[in-house]
């Protein structure tokens, strides 16, 4: 196990490496030059634009400004903005608002997903098992904006029982909408997941010993039958913390969230490289954590499993 | 099962909800009763406001979003009445010119203070001058400086700066202080009201990396705090001095991801001003809003720039160009593809400029399908037959262009396309490199409200603004004369008459006047008030009392 762990961390070094370096060109390789566009419609000063080019190190060559950029990682130094703040300042900002999106997502993804696809899975076959099949399918074929706007128009605009956007993104009672919406896609693929395995497994050989033996349902269902089930579940809630922090980017522009979808978008726009590159360089990071956390999880969910 | 059903059902309606009220509109909002109840003067005013690019550095806000903030903070010499662009006084007692307006002095009205108490004086004004204008210190308006003797020893074009200070800078006391300019240019007093003459305190340069996240101005609020990308606060100075004291007692700035989710918070009176309705409510939000609806024109023109660089502009007939001009409906497409969230441009200078003529450009800026197709026939026809019209498609240029060229199109024969650029740094790129293939498109804002920045700055053959190639001798005499011209009565003149020149030239078509298409709370007593900016003027926004 000790080397497995060692081995993956290992592993994500040439990742690690192989992203920010992708980035880093996909930035620069775009046309325009982000210092010129300050001025906008108006003339820029040469003189000006120089100076500026050079205190960004944006006059270097391509290579160099990279090494400079993963010289500096290393000591902890993620750049600055053109605004001349720290970008490490501008992620500590943002990243614990978007983690706590995520963490109200994550939640009613696997209560309600989980719950949804156990409740459905048991009645296989049933009015309600084609009742959640119904629902989750609408549910997927509508993207998330859409979803957005008409949660904001429906229950903030039209009934007003919530604030059409977040005022405080540290409240995690207004996180609620934008998490749920956040939430719903992914709840919907649970739920289906849930459902499918749960039908499966109850047709198993350990489900019919456990009932032979006289186990109360209770026990049947929630240890044996869970547990079972749950690998898929955990693999697919793995790869949705990226999927989340991605999608944050739309429901962050739509209830106000100032997150680090914001934080990217807005970075994008003005073609800051340094907090791109910055921003993506932490996602891969999580996600890396994320894929080593869940192939762990393997492990307690089914003793059987070993790790090489 | 039941639950799963009614979900459905509960979606379905909300989305034929949706559709009606997006055709109907709501009006609930219709009778607003702005002017009932009363006025709080210490009432605190929330306003929308992007994160600033750049430190709040009085020279360094180049966008809107930090320079909204500064005006706030800062007062300089002199300021202009809205709508008609007439030269105030703030700071300053008096700006006068010698003979040739070559040399201009500088009277400040004494008992000034800085938020930090200590006094405003021709020096705060002249070090902060000095030190904008250094290349090193990395101002993005530093060339707002150019026109004082001794400017190229601060900010050369290339190396370091030989000086630290400006030779053309003297201060002869305490509260007066000589401007020595490198020519003569009588419009001089109009360019001192923008934000990069602001003064600077003592303090701000011992850290001006620090000042820029805390700035101490000499406006009418004293900045508090700012939460980056959050909220910037700034409350009533009650020390203040100038003639535009705040009605209000604060604003709170607050950033919004986009402009639906302010224009949401404005319905619900979150939020007490926008600074644009979003693009998929400009038609109903008349109808949402009823009074507190605003729809105020400001001093900007919108038109498309032939590249004379090209072989198809190089020695093309201006009469081709006229034709063009004329092939456009303007009226029509402003009223209907824009929403009129424009108006039609009839000269090359804005409305509330000084020197603005109606109808300058005569018929030309009218639509005439017969005449603009003989005009283009007498011109030699349009080189191949086709234009194209750049723009970026990270704004919502790409409908009016379209509108534009099919105008042509259908009057003239003429083959028209919109040429797409990814984002403004593309377009830009494409622009300074005269890589255009055809024609761009060309914005323009006033800096200070005089014609000249309509003409000189954008058309003259060395202005920095001048990116198709345009080049006119007889032009560039003219406003060179101009500047030069005794009192400013004669310069806007001679401007008019260089306008005559351009008409017959075409170096772009004017397309529209922008509009501020925005819209005020519940909680603002009265109606806000524009400058000609086109930002309001907070000072003078007053707050509902609470019940």
């Known amino acids: 196990m000790g080397r497995y762990v060692a081995r993956r961390l290992l592993q994500m070094i040439p990742v690690f490496i192989g992203t920010t370096l992708i980035i880093f060109l996909m930035v620069h390789i775009l046309p325009g030059d982000p210092i010129r566009a300050m001025w906008g419609d108006k003339a820029a000063d040469p003189a000006q634009v120089a100076s500026l080019r050079h205190e960004f190190g944006l006059d270097q060559p391509l290579w160099k400004q990279y090494v400079d950029y993963m010289a500096n990682l290393f000591q902890g130094d993620f750049g600055k903005t053109f605004g001349g703040r720290q970008v490490i300042d501008e992620m500590s900002e943002s990243f614990p608002v978007t983690l706590r999106l995520t963490a109200v997502a994550m939640l009613i993804e696997i209560i309600v997903g989980i719950g949804l696809g156990a409740w459905a899975g048991l009645r296989a076959g049933k009015a309600a098992d084609t009742g959640v099949l119904i629902f989750t399918l609408i549910v997927i074929s509508i993207p998330v904006f859409v979803l957005g706007f008409l949660a904001r128009f429906v229950l903030a605009d039209t009934l007003g029982w919530v604030a059409p956007n977040v005022q405080d993104s540290t409240d995690y009672a207004q996180l609620f909408l934008p998490g749920f919406v956040l939430a719903m896609l992914s709840m919907a693929y649970v739920a289906r997941l849930t459902r499918t395995t749960f039908a499966e497994n109850l047709r198993a050989d350990y489900m019919r010993t456990a009932m032979a033996k006289g186990l109360p349902r209770r026990r049947i269902v929630g240890v044996h039958l869970l547990r079972n089930s749950l690998i898929p579940v955990v693999t697919f809630l793995g790869t949705d913390v990226g999927g989340f922090i991605g999608g944050a980017v739309v429901t962050e522009g739509i209830f106000n969230v100032q997150g680090v979808g914001n934080l990217l978008f807005k970075a994008l726009q003005q073609r800051e490289g340094s907090t791109i590159v910055g921003v993506v360089t932490v996602f891969v990071l999580v996600i890396l954590v994320i894929n080593l956390i869940v192939d762990l999880l393997y492990a307690v969910l089914d003793p059987r499993i070993r790790y090489a | ?547």
């Open chain 2, 1 to 547: 099962m039941r639950g799963a059903k009614s979900a459905k059902w509960v979606a379905g309606a909300a989305i034929i909800a949706l559709a009606a009220t997006a055709c109907g509109g709501g009006d609930k909002d219709g009778d607003s009763g702005m002017n009932s109840g009363k006025a709080d003067p210490n009432g605190i005013l929330t306003a929308q406001l992007g994160e600033p690019q750049n430190p709040l550095q009085p020279a360094n806000a180049k966008e809107s979003q930090g320079s909204r903030v500064l005006r706030t903070i800062f007062s300089g010499l002199v300021d202009y009445e809205p709508g008609t662009g007439k030269l105030t006084y703030v700071n300053a007692e008096s700006v006068t010119p010698n003979e040739d307006s070559s040399v201009w002095t500088v009277k400040l009205k004494p008992g000034w203070k800085f938020h930090d108490g200590t006094p405003v004086t021709a020096k705060s004004y002249v070090d902060s001058w000095n030190w904008s204008a250094n290349v090193k210190n990395n101002q993005t308006n530093s060339s707002w400086f150019q026109d004082i003797k001794g400017y190229e020893d601060v900010h050369p074009e290339k190396g370091d700066p030989k000086s630290d200070k400006m030779s053309g800078l003297k201060i002869v006391d305490e509260n007066s202080f000589t401007i020595t300019l490198t020519g003569p240019v009588s419009y001089f007093a109009y360019k001192l009201g923008y934000d990069v003459w602001a003064p600077l305190p003592e303090v701000f340069f011992k850290d001006p990396a620090a000042a820029g996240q805390k700035p101490i101005g000499n406006g009418p609020y004293k900045f508090v705090s700012w939460d980056h990308k959050k909220l910037i606060k700034v409350r009533k100075f009650d020390d203040y001095q100038g003639p535009n004291k705040a009605k209000n007692g604060g604003i709170d700035f607050k950033n919004y991801t986009t402009a639906e989710a302010a224009y949401s918070d404005l319905r619900s009176n979150n939020l007490d001003w926008i600074e644009q309705v979003p693009t998929t409510s400009l038609t109903s939000y008349k109808q949402d809003l009823g009074d507190r609806a605003i729809d105020a024109e400001y001093s900007a023109v919108q038109s498309i720039v032939p590249a004379f660089y090209t072989k198809q502009f190089k020695d093309i007939d201006p009469k081709v160009i006229q034709g063009l001009s004329m092939a456009i409906d303007r009226d029509t497409i402003t009223k209907t593809v824009l929403h009129g969230t424009r108006t039609p441009a009839d000269s090359y200078v804005a409305r509330g400029v000084l020197g603005y003529k109606p109808g300058a450009l005569g018929d030309i800026t009218k639509f005439d399908p017969a005449k603009a197709k003989k005009l283009i026939e007498e011109g030699g026809g349009v080189p191949g037959n086709k234009i194209s019209i750049q723009f970026n498609a990270d704004q919502s240029h790409k409908p009016w262009v379209d509108a534009v060229c099919n105008s042509i199109r259908k009057a003239t024969g003429v083959e028209c396309t919109g040429d797409s650029k990814p984002d403004f740094q593309a377009d830009l790129n494409a622009r300074d490199n005269k890589q255009v293939k055809s024609m761009y498109r060309g914005g323009w804002v006033l800096d200070y409200p005089v014609n000249s920045n309509f003409m000189r700055d954008l058309y003259g053959t060395t202005a920095a603004g001048n990116t198709s190639g345009y080049s006119n001798k007889e032009f560039d005499e003219l406003a060179a004369k101009a500047d030069k011209a005794k009192t400013l009565d004669e310069t806007v003149k001679m401007y008019q008459e260089a306008e005559q020149l351009l008409k017959n030239d075409m170096p772009a078509i004017p397309l529209w006047f922008y509009k501020n298409n925005s819209g005020q709370s519940e909680n603002v007593f009265g109606k806000i008030v524009y400058g000609q900016d086109g930002d309001p003027i907070f000072t003078d926004v007053q707050v509902k009392a609470k019940k």
